[in-house]
DNA sequence: AAAGGATACAACCGCTCCGCG
DNA sequence: CCGCGGAGCGGTTGTATCCTT
């Protein structure tokens, strides 16, 4: 192995560290030169997934609202498989997050079809094991699981965010407004918000302070010392 | 208490898009 | 207009943790 090899696999609290502090000094836009000038072995690439999945100041972490969960079914039966589109419509929640949950998801309901209707003649090619459950979703496309189960509030999720779903129900008002505003200009990929994320970069001036993490800390009073 | 299975999370890969020279 | 490089996105995989038997 030589010093200049790429590194791969998960990420170390130094590493981390090292590339807060750079993201303080150069921004979240030039993952390149970040990768470089930070001297962590990593690419832009996986600087950048490590900051937007993990480090990124205002993640929310651990398990969605049953309001999220419901927004996330909602929004990815409109617009497919659109990850990041519909992780801008929740804030301090991951295109990644979302991903995997709405997977999660999707195994756990066709297991539960599989068992409840358990046909004991079934022909049901298609739900064999998760490999094939993830082709068939892509071929069939997004919007197939909710042509089926739809509207019925079948997942016990579904249920249970119509209990817990009244009280937060007026802070998420603003979100499904802007879903409802935004539904036109769905077509037009190229009219992406521009704006009301989370995770709108600031262009240079990214002045985000990590709040959870003491090591964050103490690499932005490091910087403060550097300057 | 141990084993096996299920689930959640983190990370990588490949493709596409976009801006710039 | 074209080619190139960087950034972003979606799909997939690997692994750690939790749960059940």
Same mark, same amino acid.
């Given at each position: 192995?030589?010093?200049?090899?790429?590194?791969?696999?998960?990420?170390?609290?130094q590493?981390?560290?090292?590339?807060?502090c750079?993201?303080?000094?150069?921004?979240?836009?030039?993952?390149?030169?970040?990768?470089?000038?930070?001297?962590?072995n990593?690419?832009?690439?996986?600087?950048r997934?490590?900051?937007?999945?993990?480090?990124?100041p205002?993640?929310k972490?651990g398990?969605?609202?049953?309001?999220?969960?419901?927004?996330?079914?909602?929004?990815?039966s409109?617009?497919g498989?659109?990850?990041?589109?519909?992780?801008?419509?929740?804030?301090?929640?991951?295109?990644?997050?979302?991903?995997?949950?709405?997977r999660?998801?999707?195994?756990?309901?066709?297991?539960e079809?599989?068992? $409840?209707?358990?046909?004991?003649? %079934? #022909? *049901?090619?298609a739900l /064999?094991?998760?490999? &094939?459950?993830?082709? !068939?979703?892509? @071929?069939?496309?997004?919007?197939?699981?909710?042509d $089926?189960?739809?509207?019925?509030? %079948? #997942? *016990?999720t579904?249920? /249970?965010s119509?209990? &817990?779903?009244?009280? !937060?129900?007026? @802070?998420?008002?603003?979100?499904?407004?802007e879903?409802?505003?935004?539904?036109?200009?769905?077509?037009?990929?190229?009219?992406?918000?521009?704006?009301e994320?989370?995770?709108e970069?600031q262009?240079?001036?990214?002045?985000?302070?990590?709040?959870?993490t003491?090591?964050?800390?103490?690499?932005?009073?490091?910087?403060?010392?550097?300057?």
């Amino acid at each position: 192995m030589t010093q200049d090899e790429v590194r791969k696999g998960p990420w170390t609290e130094q590493e981390d560290v090292q590339l807060v502090c750079f993201v303080g000094l150069f921004g979240d836009r030039r993952w390149d030169f970040i990768a470089k000038v930070s001297g962590l072995n990593r690419t832009g690439k996986s600087c950048r997934l490590r900051w937007v999945n993990y480090l990124h100041p205002g993640l929310k972490r651990g398990k969605m609202t049953p309001q999220e969960e419901k927004l996330v079914l909602e929004l990815q039966s409109r617009w497919g498989n659109r990850w990041s589109r519909i992780a801008k419509k929740l804030p301090g929640r991951t295109d990644n997050e979302i991903k995997n949950y709405w997977r999660t998801h999707i195994r756990k309901v066709s297991q539960e079809k599989k068992r $409840t209707v358990s046909l004991p003649s %079934s #022909s *049901s090619p298609a739900l /064999k094991d998760p490999k &094939v459950d993830s082709i !068939t979703m892509k @071929a069939s496309g997004a919007e197939s699981f909710y042509d $089926t189960g739809g509207p019925e509030p %079948s #997942s *016990s999720t579904e249920i /249970k965010s119509r209990e &817990v779903g009244k009280k !937060t129900e007026h @802070a998420m008002d603003d979100i499904w407004g802007e879903i409802a505003l935004s539904e036109e200009d769905a077509i037009t990929p190229a009219n992406e918000y521009c704006g009301e994320s989370l995770w709108e970069t600031q262009g240079e001036e990214c002045k985000m302070l990590p709040r959870s993490t003491d090591s964050l800390f103490s690499c932005y009073a490091e910087l403060e010392y550097l300057r």
